[in-house]
């Protein structure tokens, strides 16, 4: 009996010495924000086995920061899409969107005409995204304001860019727009089309932004945010409509489906990426309700898809996760404790 307790006891040592018995037990997380400080609007993309992602910069010079990631928790900042200011734009450099497409490398984003003030969309490109952008110009100019640009490939290979627009007339509501791009990128192709037309039904308070266009299973899901994103009131939220045909026919799901919670408040204006895998990971910003004056900092979650109900849905729920399972197995996210400490109030 003695020989017996004494074997299980080696046995139970060599177990928990053993490297891969901590990592069966215990469950790889990450902690939000993944991009940590003022970090609005965020796009991302993947190239090959890389991340890329961007955020609004405001008045700041240089604009638009630029991050790089090979397993969307750990972020190396590579520099900016533009150290000067466009020589068309003169300030409010918001909601840049990246694009890639046949080794180029291309930069959507929204700024102040300094002729007349209006926000409107421009574009540059790059052939290597560590060396900064050429600035294209203007492609959007449309009412008192255009911005929010995000781009999207379909089946048949056309691109098409969705942007958020106030009317030409008065009293006309915001839209969200639609329009076929260029096969270079850079101008747009016949005659733009809305998501959200009121006169079909389209239900929102006029304060719609920040589309994110994606396909899947055949149909096509528009995510965009609604409800005032930047102050102490705000109510942000992310909401999600779909359609069999992307120029009409648009339902809206009624209820949001990531909102604000007890640690994280006013989710939103996020960008998907898509895994090589093939798994769906949201890029968005929210404001930490402990650290209101940070702004609003870059966070991570998984969506899925509810495959009776065909509408999709956050792994781990409708607030922001506080942490959650890393995205690949045997990474592990190089933070500061303090930091981690910090956004775990």
């Known amino acids: 009996m003695i020989k017996r307790m004494k074997l299980q006891i080696l046995l139970w040592i060599v177990m928990i010495s053993s490297p891969s018995f901590g990592q069966n037990q215990i469950p790889q997380i990450y902690q939000n924000p993944v991009i940590a400080g003022d970090f609005p609007d965020p796009t991302i993309i993947r190239v090959g086995k890389t991340y890329y992602a961007a955020g609004t910069s405001g008045n700041k010079i240089p604009c638009y920061p630029l991050y790089e ?9 590579i520099g900016p899409i533009f150290n000067e200011r466009p020589s068309w734009a003169s300030n409010d450099f918001w909601a840049p969107e990246l694009y890639y497409k046949d080794g180029t490398y291309f930069a959507y984003y929204t700024a102040k005409r300094k002729s007349d003030h209006v926000s409107c969309i421009g574009v540059a ?26 781009v999207f490939q379909d089946d048949d290979k056309k691109m098409y860019i969705t942007w958020k627009a106030y009317g030409l007339t008065k ?11 260029s096969k270079d990128g850079l101008h747009l192709v016949g005659e733009h089309f809305t998501f959200s037309d009121y ?41 999600v409509a779909r359609s069999k045909d992307l120029r009409s026919g648009w339902e809206q799901l009624p209820e ?30 929210s404001f930490n309700v402990a650290n209101f004056g940070v702004g609003r900092q870059g966070m991570l979650d998984e969506l899925v898809w509810d ?7 956050f792994k781990n ?5 506080v ?21 775990s109030k």
């Open 199 to 239: 006169a079909q039904g389209w239900k929102g308070g006029g304060d719609d932004e920040g589309p994110c266009l994606t396909k899947h299973d055949g149909i096509y899901y528009l995510f965009y945010s609604n409800g005032g994103c930047c102050n102490n009131q705000c109510a942000y939220c992310i909401r």
């Open 256 to 285: 949001p489906i990531l909102q604000g919670g007890d640690v994280w408040r006013c989710p939103g204006h996020g960008t998907l990426v898509i895994t090589q895998d093939k798994r769906y990971f949201y890029l968005y910003h």
């Open 171 to 181: 009293g006309r509501k915001v839209e969200l727009l639609c329009s076929e791009l």
């Open 125 to 150: 490109t790059t052939k290597d995204i560590h060396k900064g952008f050429t600035d294209q110009g203007i492609i959007i100019e449309w009412g008192e304001e255009a911005i929010d640009a995000f």
């Open 307 to 313: 495959k009776e109900k065909g509408w999709p849905k």
């Open 317 to 321: 729920g409708n607030t922001p996760s």
């Open 323 to 343: 942490k959650a399972a890393v995205p690949f197995k045997n990474t592990k996210q190089e933070r500061d404790t303090i930091s981690i400490k910090e956004y």
């Open 69 to 77: 990631s090979t397993d969307l928790i750990n972020w190396k900042k």
